[in-house]
């Protein structure tokens, strides 16, 4: 929880755009890279794409329009959990890392057009879509698990066993997580401090219609909405669908702008996304302030709280009840200081004792890269590793 006194602050961009294929969603966002910090500054973009390469397309234009390339720095990846990393060390200040052909960080920082560390201004996330289907596909193998298990327990076996676990389908429970994720996401790029545009495919919007038989019928209603994680929409302060008219001409539709820089439903023929530089210069002076969401925190506390009420403790303060480290799992502020002094340290070593660390971490039975780490013990193994380097 956070709170302040009433004033005015600096506004963040927090934009979602959605159309159709070819609509102008990835040229939109990349329209960033034109944006100015209040010190005159470019911003310095972070580019997350999961669609598979399609910005590299626009690359040229932007530098032939005066862009430095080395302002952008293109992420390639699927994963939700990749694009949260990401989200995190951003937020944190921490440095980039270029990247193998395997994926894998090496020792040289990622640096931008004017020689330092990349610290982005923006993120732009295209392709949410692409991130729901993949998590969705995830929870549509751990079903499969899961009906492997029950099965196995219920003693079936031949075509009924076979049925049974590649007929999985997801639960209610595995949509609510999917509805989760969908609203973390938003609201870790919000508590990030950092202007941010996610791209997302349209799909028709569909309610569920009672017939006089007592049936349910699926009818389109003729809106198109965001395909993807459900309800991005809400937590965003601009919302605009993109979209092609009878001739061709690329089109948005600002379905809603909390900045004003539009009025709501706007329909602007040739949108440049330039139009909101204005809410970056007009509240340059204003103090600075994040709102630091978080829905893994939060259900954190509420299991906390839960757990007080159950043990019949509700009302003292949390430190005073024992929970197992067992089933507690790990505390995500506490995950992330361990994080950033391992940040810290390795910033502090100079090439030689970079290689050292690392032959020393893969001598202990450790990764050579700390995204994939929750586990404290780990991450305490990890910064005494690499603390003991000389």
């Avoid at 995190?88 to 921490?94: F, L, M, Q, S, Y």
Wanted: charged share 30%; proline share 3%.
């Amino acid at each position: 929880m956070t709170g302040r006194k009433a004033s005015k602050t600096q506004s963040k961009l927090a934009i979602l755009e959605y159309g159709a294929p070819f609509s102008g969603k990835t040229t939109l966002a990349l329209q960033l890279a034109y944006f100015k910090n209040p010190d005159g500054t470019p911003f310095k973009v972070m580019f997350i794409d999961g669609e598979g390469g399609g910005a590299d397309d626009y690359l040229a234009d932007l530098e032939a329009n005066g862009v430095n390339l080395d302002n952008i720095y293109m992420v390639y990846t699927q994963s939700l959990s990749e694009v949260q990393e990401c989200i995190r060390k951003a937020k944190n200040g921490e440095e980039f890392y270029e990247l193998d052909e395997n994926g894998n960080e090496t020792d040289e920082v990622v640096l931008d057009g004017d020689g330092k560390p990349f610290k982005p201004d923006a993120l732009v996330i295209d392709g949410a879509t692409v991130l729901n289907l993949s998590t969705k596909q995830s929870l549509v193998e751990f079903s499969k698990k899961r009906s492997s298990v029950r099965a196995k327990n219920k003693g079936l076996v031949g075509e009924e066993r076979l049925v049974a676990i590649d007929g999985a389908f997801l639960e209610l429970k595995d949509y609510n997580v999917l509805a989760f994720k969908g609203q973390n996401l938003v609201l870790d790029l919000m508590g990030s401090g950092l202007h941010f545009v996610i791209t997302a495919r349209e799909t028709d919007e569909k309610v569920s219609v009672k017939q006089n038989d007592g049936s349910v019928t699926s009818v389109v209603t003729g809106e198109k909405i965001p395909e993807g994680f459900k309800g991005l929409e809400y937590n965003v302060k601009t919302v605009i669908r993109t979209f092609r008219d009878e001739d061709g001409q690329v089109c948005a539709h600002v379905k809603k702008d909390r900045t004003h820089v539009h009025e709501d439903n706007t329909v602007i023929t040739d949108p440049t996304l330039l139009d909101w530089q204005v809410v970056v210069d007009k509240t340059a002076k204003n103090n600075s302030f994040i709102v630091k969401n978080s829905l893994v925190e939060s259900v954190g506390k509420e299991q906390e709280l839960y757990a007080r009420e159950v043990l019949g403790s509700a009302g003292k303060p949390v430190s005073t009840i024992e929970t197992s480290s067992e089933t507690s799992p790990s505390s995500t502020s506490e995950v992330d200081d361990i994080k950033a002094q391992i940040s810290v340290k390795q910033k502090s070593l100079n090439p030689m004792q970079k290689s050292k660390a690392k032959q020393a971490l893969t001598d202990a039975g450790l990764p050579t890269a700390t995204k994939n780490i929750d586990d404290i013990e780990t991450l305490k193994k990890y910064l005494d590793t690499i603390s003991s380097i000389k």
